[in-house]
T-cell receptor, first 114, second 111 residues
Framework: GAGVSQSPSNKVTEKGKDVELRCDPISGHTALYWYRQSLGQGLEFLIYFQGNSAPDKSGLPSDRFSAERTGGSVSTLTIQRTQQEDSAVYLC????????????FGPGTRLTVL | GNSVTQMEGPVTLSEEAFLTINCTYTATGYPSLFWYVQYPGEGLQLLLKATKADDKGSNKGFEATYRKETTSFHLEKGSVQVSDSAVYFCALSQGAQKLVFGQGTRLTINP
C-alpha cells in the first residue's frame, strides 16, 4: 500500500516568510510524528499526534512552529517568520495505535531559508 | 531523559569486511530499540528492531541483540557490500512515543 507522503519535496523561501509543509500518513495509522534533520542537530523530535488526544508539542523549538492534524489524517507543519536556522529536512512519520513503536517515514521536505 | 549514543563516524571499510557499529542507550523501563538506515538520496527506512531484552533483530544480513545488562544494541554484519554504504541511526522508543535517535554513523564501503 501507499507509504507516508510529504509535500513539497523541496521548498526555498526568504527569511521572514511563512511556510506550510504537508504530511499524508499511512491509511489507518493513528499516530503521526514530525522530526527535523539538520547537519548540526541530527534528528530532532518536533511534535506527536495520537488519535484525538492533545498533541505532544514538547519538541517544537519556538512559538513560530505549529502543527495541526485535521480529521485524524493529514497534518500540516507551519513555520512562521522563517529564519535561516530553520533550514533542514522536515520528516513526517506514522505508526499504528497498537504496535511496538515502529514508525514509517516519509521522504521529507527539504526547506532552505535564504 | 532517554538518550542514545552511537559510535562516531564516519566509518570506512573494504568490501567483505566485518562491521560493528556500537550503540548504547539510557532509558527507564524497557524501551523498544531500532536501527534505521538512510541510503544516499533516500528517506529513513527501518532496518531492524527488538522489543525486549535478549531479542535479536535481523534483516539483510545485519543483526543486533537487545542487551539490557549492558544497555546496548550494537549493529553487526559479517560481510559488507558496497550497497551497504549509508547513514545508520540507532533509536529507541517507549510505547508509541517519539523516537530518540543517536547522532548517526556514516558508513562507506569501498570495492
Amino acid at each position: 500500500g501507499a507509504g507516508v507522503s510529504q509535500s513539497p519535496s523541496n521548498k526555498v523561501t526568504e527569511k521572514g516568510k511563512d511556510v506550510e509543509l504537508r504530511c499524508d500518513p499511512i491509511s489507518g495509522h493513528t499516530a503521526l510524528y514530525w522530526y527535523r534533520q539538520s547537519l548540526g542537530q541530527g534528528l530532532e523530535f518536533l511534535i506527536y499526534f495520537q488519535g484525538n488526544s492533545a498533541p505532544d508539542k514538547s519538541g517544537l523549538p519556538s512559538d513560530r512552529f505549529s502543527a495541526e492534524r485535521t480529521g485524524g489524517s493529514v497534518s500540516t507543519l507551519t513555520i512562521q517568520r522563517t529564519q535561516q536556522e530553520d533550514s533542514a529536512v522536515y520528516l513526517c512519520a506514522s505508526s499504528p495505535r497498537t504496535g511496538d513503536g515502529t514508525q514509517y517515514f516519509g521522504p521529507g521536505t527539504r526547506l532552505t531559508v535564504l | 531523559g532517554n538518550s542514545v549514543t552511537q559510535m562516531e563516524g564516519p566509518v570506512t571499510l573494504s568490501e567483505e569486511a566485518f562491521l560493528t557499529i556500537n550503540c548504547t542507550y539510557t532509558a527507564t523501563g524497557y524501551p523498544s530499540l531500532f536501527w534505521y538506515v538512510q541510503y544516499p538520496g533516500e528517506g529513513l527506512q527501518l532496518l531492524l528492531k527488538a522489543t525486549k531484552a535478549d531479542d535479536k533483530g535481523s534483516n539483510k544480513g545485519f543483526e543486533a541483540t537487545y542487551r539490557k545488562e549492558t544497555t546496548s544494541f550494537h549493529l553487526e554484519k559479517g560481510s559488507v557490500q558496497v550497497s551497504d554504504s549509508a547513514v545508520y541511526f540507532c533509536a529507541l522508543s517507549q510505547g508509541a512515543q517519539k523516537l530518540v535517535f543517536g547522532q548517526g554513523t556514516r558508513l562507506t564501503i569501498n570495492p
